[in-house]
């Protein structure tokens, strides 16, 4: 029962996991491609009372190259998700590529909780008393003013298209449903809005991610559904487990029941992050590994009628590609998905209180062992880590659930190979709210720079993004004010 | 300077100070006409964070007597405004004489801070850090969950209409705005979502309380605004000053400038409270008074050329209409309208936090002194009274101003003869966001039981209602759910 609800909140953590490698005080191995200001603004600790006056700064990115303040031209708001905003903006190419054309003023806002933009310092985490308010709720309201700062200067305040990848996706779409006033429309990419309880079937994540193995070839998916047993049947035995480490080159030997976890929770963090991070091009957004890197994996699983240790010494090659395409890695450290970095953490604290995402696997429809989504367990164990317990309904109050059909200006896209397709909005609600399939597409490949390996649905994609750009800035109605002051 | 900042703040509690007299433990003036059971839901102190658990018992009035909950039938939901529940649900008859018609659950939600759904009990209004939790965001979000604690045992949810008057209004037509999914549609009567900084002119407000006496009488209206100079030509003198007290039979004799400035206040209060409660039949809304009270009270001023005394003595038999219709009270007490009940207070705190709704006077283009708006005091009474200052444009930030062109299926209602059709919405915002005028309509008479003497353009106006409302239901989609299991 531990080991399932441990595993539910690792799964949870996939968005975010994105970030594992990335998020800290520098960031090692982001290529810096575009260029900002570094900006600050100070908001309300708390937006939804008046019971103290503290504020924070909350941190954003500006490039004012194309834009020209006084004549109204756009503001794309990029709206920040659970990680360093540098990050961010360094991995959304898509914004940075048409701001040109529209002449648009880029910004980049940090998600409250996330990099720098921390509400208490250093004791933001420590205590409920100070990590209460992380909510979807407050980063919105943060956004909001934001925007009308950024709009305060002007006579005619500039339209606002908002972006976002994952929950930043969320965010955007968001903010357009419950802000219509502030922004004229949203780009959401990859955003599982419908990953809620009682909207999706839990198994369909983990059915998504299989369908990207089997893709690539049915053979690997099959030998990794089969590998499972295997391992049970190794470390089964101390000699079986010490094979394991030293063949997997793991950096702690397995010994204990929480070590195997640790290793099964790792790999299914691996499968799933490769799904997501299957560009057909290299990429090191999470991690380097070459284009198509499911397809480079399952070259060593070409044959699922293999058994016990001959299997699993493919397997290790084929996860190779995953931890060490660049051979510099000494071992394999299966803690490293459950570090400590702020991007995780947050993640977790959003999971265990409002953005509650059930998942589940059968063994039979996907590629995985036996998982059970009980949300009993799940709020128990979210009490135990985080002193709070989790609201399983509560985003359907907020945010309406699959009822959103009075949404307008939203742009819903989303990869048939991201796992988090499995919540997204995959059919158009009206004509001014629509839905974009990428066949190809892993997780908000639209939002990338385009590259010259981009599939045909995807440079597609892109030009609706623009379409309907253009459309909602033509369509856009300055604010009816007695006067042109801002917020 | 303080005079004006007082006075606006005053002006600002005409909305609650309908309440002045029936609020508190118990409702002496409460004819009951329509009973109910009450009920009471535990929701929490702040629903947008997660530092604390803390709940509180949030009262509400339900009324099954003609639903069918298994078969979905609708639930009209009146969004509590600033006072005790009660109080509205006695004055709300329309609601009461359309329920049967629809087969609909009637609930009166009572607005946090208000009534008797106090979130710290006696300590609710002693400090910003229990106070702070009373904003107009907190009381949708427990209007969001009552109404999915309603839908909870429902295998099919029941569609929510939504009815408010006033600030009600305002809350109904924002649960609309904010949450679509849940409630149909909103009824919005007379309720003032313009009257906020930057969208309506600050002098709108009292020259429409001067229309309502211009139209019982030009005389009435030219001898009010003469009386001014009069009343401070009087009061320069201690002899002048006996003369006003004696003769106007003041509780409380004039001595200081503070006991003027509550004879001014009150006086502006009066005349703006007619113009709210000048229906076509006598009622006891906010006190005794006969039909069409303004006309009454004007047959004692039919000549604006009398001077001094005898205007003044004129004027008090005008007012007397008012404050003594039933020839029971002693003594005019000019120190009631600033009452300590809760709801005053309440609305003065929402007023210097999120509700900003500038006012002004030429003594030209209406018939009060010259009155400037002016932010900056205002700002600061309001932190020297509750240690909060307000922030101008925050309900434009959240609710979106007069760039509402997305919101749906709510119908505004405004009486012509009312002053808060200054901030209303008086021209229809889409094919399912309209706006009714009535001409001849006080402050949200369309609400009110239906009566023989109310004019035809009321009539008209509840056929509306009922008309859009069973547009809305016809049109209702049960939630899109894997099973029907409430939220």
């Not at 990419?189 to 809620?196: E, G, K, R």
């Not at 510099?328 to 803690?335: A, E, P, Y």
């Given at each position: 029962a531990e080991y399932m609800g441990s595993r539910v909140l690792t799964a949870m953590m996939n968005v975010s996991s994105l970030l594992v490698l990335c998020v800290?005080?520098?960031?090692?191995?982001?290529?810096?491609?575009y260029t900002y200001e570094i900006k600050y603004l100070d908001v309300p600790v708390d937006h939804f009372s008046f019971t103290s006056n503290a504020t924070f700064r909350l941190r954003y990115l500006q490039n004012?190259?194309?834009?020209?303040k006084h004549k109204a031209q756009p503001i794309f708001f990029y709206t920040g998700n659970e990680g360093d905003i540098e990050m961010f903006a360094q991995n959304t190419g898509f914004v940075w590529e048409i701001a040109p054309e529209f002449g648009a003023l880029v910004v980049f806002a940090e998600h409250r909780y996330y990099g720098q933009s921390l509400p208490f310092g250093n004791r933001s985490y420590t205590d409920p008393k100070y990590l209460g308010y992380l909510t979807s709720q407050q980063a919105l309201a943060d956004y909001v003013l934001l925007i009308s700062h950024l709009q305060s200067e002007q006579d005619r305040p500039s339209p606002v298209i908002a972006f976002g990848g994952s929950y930043g996706g969320m965010l955007a779409a968001y903010l357009r449903m419950k802000y219509p006033h502030m922004v004229a429309g949203a780009i959401a990419?990859?955003?599982?809005?419908?990953?809620?309880s009682g909207l999706t079937?839990?198994?369909?994540f983990y059915r998504i991610v299989t369908s990207a193995y089997n893709s690539a070839s049915i053979e690997c998916a099959a030998s990794i559904r089969k590998s499972w047993a295997e391992i049970n049947n190794i470390i089964s035995s101390d000699a079986g487990k010490l094979w394991l480490s030293t063949n997997w080159k793991l950096c702690k030997p397995l010994k204990t029941t929480d070590d195997v976890k640790d290793l099964k929770s790792w790999l299914i963090d691996a499968y799933t992050n490769l799904a997501m991070i299957n560009y057909p091009y290299p990429s090191n957004f999470l991690v380097p590994v070459p284009a198509k890197p499911i397809s480079v994996m399952c070259t060593h699983l070409p044959n699922s009628s293999l058994t016990g240790k001959t299997l699993l010494k493919s397997l290790f090659k084929a996860i190779t590609v995953y931890f060490n395409y660049t051979g510099?890695?000494?071992?394999?450290?299966?803690?490293t998905e459950a570090s400590t970095n702020l991007g995780d953490l947050g993640w977790e604290f959003q999971a265990c209180t409002e953005m509650v995402m059930p998942m589940c696997s059968d063994g039979h429809n996907d590629m995985f062992e036996v998982l059970i989504w009980n949300f009993a367990e799940y709020s128990d164990e979210c009490y135990k880590k985080w002193k709070v317990r989790p609201d399983e309904y509560r985003a359907l109050r907020m945010y309406g659930g699959k009822d959103i059909s009075t949404a307008t200006n939203i742009v819903f896209s989303n990869g048939l190979q991201d796992p988090w397709s499995s919540g997204g909005v995959l059919y158009n609600l009206s004509s001014s709210t629509v839905a974009i399939i990428?066949?190809?597409?892993?997780?908000?490949?639209?939002?990338r720079a385009s590259n010259p390996a981009d599939p045909i649905s995807v440079r597609t994609a892109r030009k609706v993004h623009r379409k309907f750009i253009r459309l909602w800035l033509q369509n856009y109605k300055p604010p009816e004010r007695m006067s042109g002051r801002g917020l």
């Open positions: 800290g005080a520098v960031l090692p191995t982001l290529a810096i491609k004012a190259t194309h834009w020209r990419a990859s955003a599982p809005i419908f990953q809620f079937p839990c198994e369909a510099s890695t000494k071992c394999l450290d299966v803690g990428i066949p190809e597409g892993a997780h908000h490949l639209d939002l």
